[in-house]
């Protein structure tokens, strides 16, 4: 079946662009020229992945990033954002929200595709990984510490409270899990993370913004601290329970 995409942006033209480009290479196109938009079109028919720019009139690309974060039926589509060069703080405040991936205007339709292309694979990768589990029998939840942790569903909870992870806080998640005890570089993790064809820009940067998001996450009261250790200059470890 073709890929289904969501573009998001307030320049029709841009879109009208990118929308015959990709339609090229064989996949479904869905538009919306606002944030509002968007959510009206996702709760009717979820995509596979969205692209979206940051700077919109109203709901702005973060805000709707947010809101989809928030929904547990959307909140696993990788999410790319279209942002302006001098966009430099806004740019941050995504990596801190935990996007998928940034493609800094002008930007050549190659550059969106290889993104494009990289996420949804990596996105197969990981419901082959789940599917796989599910065949093999393998327990579809199991605890650790306070975590209880379910791959085929992709939830989280810490002490009862649902966590809402991105998709790339998820693989880290589980990465550091099944590695606890062990120094996990930063190769190692771009590795589980990241298709083989595919690697950000920065990429220990960016995976240092994930894992820093991921701790966040996990630390949601005083008393549940320190599950994982940063070793510097090396990568991390989750601390063996």
């Known amino acids: ?57 109203g709901m702005s690309g973060i805000e709707l990033f947010k809101r989809v974060r928030a929904k547990p039926h959307l909140s ?47 996105k197969k990768e990981l419901e082959q990984a789940a599917n796989e589990l599910h065949k093999e029998k393998i327990p579809q939840n199991f605890k650790i510490y ?10 989280v909870f810490r002490s009862g409270t649902e966590i809402s992870l991105s998709p790339i806080e998820f693989e880290l998640l589980l990465y550091f899990v099944k590695n606890s005890g062990r120094v996990c570089q930063f190769i190692q993790l771009a590795q589980a993370i990241y298709p083989v064809s595919f690697k950000p820009a920065h990429l220990e940067q960016t995976i240092r913004v994930h894992v820093n998001n991921l701790r966040k996450k996990l630390d949601i009261s005083q008393s549940s601290k320190g599950l994982i250790t940063n070793i510097r200059g090396i990568g991390y470890r989750f601390e063996k329970e």
Do not use: W
């Open 1 to 57: 079946m073709q890929e289904l995409i969501l573009l998001v942006d307030d320049k029709v033209k841009l879109l009208q662009g990118i929308r015959m480009h990709l339609e090229m290479l064989n996949y479904r196109i869905l538009i919306a020229s606002s944030g509002s938009e968007a959510l009206k079109i996702l709760e009717r028919s979820p995509p596979d992945l969205i692209v979206a720019d940051i700077r919109m009139p």
């Open 76 to 122: 696993m589509i990788p999410f790319i954002f279209l942002t302006a060069l001098s966009a430099e703080d806004e740019i941050n405040k995504g990596k801190i929200l935990g996007a998928d991936d940034y493609i800094v205007k002008p930007f050549k339709a190659e550059e969106l595709v290889c993104s494009i292309q990289g996420r949804l694979r990596r």
């Open 146 to 155: 306070d975590l209880d942790i379910s791959p085929s569903s992709r939830l």
